[in-house]
């Protein structure tokens, strides 16, 4: 599903008003003679006759409205690639009494989820049509473009006003029990613009994936599942090594000296001539050639510097079609992580988990696309569930914001219509929540007492 009006940062808004409460198991508090009767044989009680004509009291001595409700404006605006719908100047009390219903493209009718009303706070709601109607986030795309009529309706449960105010129901959707329907105005028409594709890559590799859908931020779990121990950490990497110095050259040798040339033999004496030449003086000796200075070493050339391993990547990284979150010290994650707030559940081979799982007999939902752990209410194929503050999904009887509603033990799906729950009848309103008072069903009244138990 795309998220909302953020796409991808907050959860829709739908959800986003409806507050998380602890799970209750209410006490049918039935009154006598209420417990094994049908319900569809009752005796409702003349003292609570509702009203049936303009101008006349009730047993409880109110007189009927004669004032139309005010009729609600419905728009659709184009915000961040989705189509967000606004409901506004929805004032009558109680404003969770409005419907619509939705006329298509080929002529066909739907009825809006009865809990859009719910959330109608000050006289405006707003939803996203996409997250809403469609499935992970899509619809068709036929609807895209085509006008669409949206007809506003007061659905008349406490009986304030005239029968004679009432629309056929086969007016309202033809084949659908939609009694004590009062039409408001004429159709409004809306168009929805088409969204651009989605990009095939859910976050890149480096950031974070983004959060639900849905409502505001994402609570935080108030009981914090268990988080994944620590890793160990990397290895060191082991230093380049130093490369070893260059041996020291051995020095030049000394070279040897130039001999001493042998002196030239002193000559003999001869008989004393005649005076005799003096003979000449010897040569002189030779000068010895001085020694060359050594040659300075060359030092060897010292060997490359090993390359530095690259540094371990960190946070959400994509591995194929599937993610995997990297910590700190190089390790996969595994478990439950909390990434900035959001909490998501990697398996035991650190795979990011997406849809519904079951952990020790629990089931939670995570959203498809980013892998967010939702909290709140959720429509799914049609659908409702609600999953608590710590993302587990809620069975039995909740109380919610003053309502009580009941959820599938087994499957947690939101029950509608008649329940005999341990032999007690109790009639949950379309919208889930438990009726009490009177309640009109199908051409007959019953009377639900305080604790929403019929009384036969």
């Known amino acids: 599903m795309s998220p909302s009006s953020t796409r991808g940062h907050r959860l829709p808004a739908l959800v986003s008003l409806m507050a998380a409460s602890t799970l209750i198991v209410p006490i049918a508090m039935a009154a006598d003679g209420a417990m094994n009767a049908d319900p569809k044989n009752p005796a409702p009680s003349a003292s609570a006759t509702p009203c049936h004509t303009p101008g006349t009291s009730n047993g409880a001595g109110a007189e009927c409205k004669t004032t139309m409700p005010t009729t609600p404006k419905v728009t659709v605006e184009f915000v961040n690639n989705g189509n967000d ?9 109680p404003q969770k009494n409005y419907r619509f219903v939705a006329e298509l493209p080929d002529g066909t009718k739907e009825a809006l989820p009865d809990v859009l009303s719910e959330h109608i706070v000050g006289g405006k709601t707003t939803f996203n049509v996409e997250l809403v109607f469609g499935e992970d986030g899509e619809i068709d795309e036929e609807f895209y473009g085509k006008p669409i009529k949206v007809q506003a309706y007061y659905f008349d449960a406490e009986q304030q006003y005239a029968p004679s105010m009432y629309a056929n129901s086969d007016s309202v959707i033809k084949g659908e029990t939609k009694e004590r329907f009062i039409k408001l105005g004429e159709p409004q028409v809306v168009t929805l613009t088409k969204p651009s594709p989605k990009p095939t890559a859910t976050p890149s590799a480096t950031a974070t994936p983004s959060a639900t859908a849905t409502p505001s931020a994402t609570a935080t779990p108030s009981t914090k599942p268990t988080e994944s121990t620590k890793p160990t950490e990397s290895a060191k990497p082991t230093e380049t090594a130093k490369p070893s110095e260059s041996a020291k050259p051995t020095e030049t040798a000394k070279p040897t000296e130039t001999a001493k040339p042998t002196e030239t033999a002193k000559p003999s004496e001869s008989a004393k001539p005649t005076e005799s030449a003096k003979p000449d003086a010897p040569a002189p000796e030779t000068p010895k050639p001085e020694a060359p200075a050594p040659e300075t070493p060359k030092p060897d050339t010292p060997a490359p510097e090993a390359p530095k391993p690259e540094a371990p990547k960190t946070g959400w990284v994509k591995n194929g079609t599937s993610w995997n979150y ?23 081979t650190g795979t990011m988990r997406t849809g519904w799982i079951a952990l020790d007999g629990t089931w939670y939902y995570l959203n498809p696309t980013t892998g967010a752990m939702h909290t709140g209410w959720i429509a799914l194929d049609g659908t409702w569930y609600y999953l608590d503050a710590s993302g587990a999904m809620a069975t039995g009887w909740i109380a919610l914001d003053g309502r009580w509603y009941y959820l599938n033990p087994t499957t947690g799906a939101m029950h509608t219509g008649w329940l005999n729950d341990a032999g007690t009848w109790y009639y949950l309103m379309p919208d889930g929540s438990m009726a009490t008072g009177w309640v009109y069903d199908a051409g007959t009244w019953y009377f639900m007492n305080a604790s929403g138990a019929w009384v036969a």
């Open 85 to 93: 719908a606004t409901i506004s100047e929805a004032t009558t009390d």
């Open 326 to 348: 990297i910590q700190s010290s190089g390790a996969k994650a595994f478990g439950w992580l909390n990434d900035g707030g959001t909490w998501y559940y990697l398996d035991s």
